[in-house]
């Protein structure tokens, strides 16, 4: 065996082994994509459920505190999750980090909006 066959063999393995972990980041982004669809479907449809089964209740009364209770409580959720796939992406280097970063900090700016207005 030659220097050269056993650089060319090791060279092959290293190119076989960045190409696994290459196929790897895209099965886990996959997921990541379909977490993120998902999880943000659920937390739209709690929110509409929420909305949903408060409706027609007047300003000031027990179920409007209660409707803003369960909205605060899932926009808080919902920026945790948002948070992490920020995260999640942000590891993998992909643009979706930006995306998800955005909607955290919308998600965020309402959560405290609501917070402050109900203070008042």
């Known amino acids: 065996m030659t220097c050269y066959n056993a650089c060319e063999q090791a060279s092959f393995h290293i190119d076989k082994r960045a190409n696994q972990e290459a196929k790897q980041v895209e099965i886990l982004a996959i997921c990541l994509q379909v977490l993120g669809a998902l999880g943000t479907c659920i937390l739209l449809a709690l929110t509409g459920a929420a909305f949903w089964y408060h409706r027609g209740c007047r300003m000031g009364s027990f179920r409007w505190h209660m409707r803003n209770q369960h909205l605060k409580h899932l926009s808080a959720l919902a920026c945790l999750f948002f948070l992490a796939m920020t995260a999640s992406y942000a ?10 970063f955005v909607i955290a900090c919308k998600v965020a700016t309402w959560w405290l909006r609501l917070t402050i207005t109900q203070r008042t």
């Open 91 to 100: 590891v993998l280097h992909q643009v979706w980090a930006l995306f998800y």
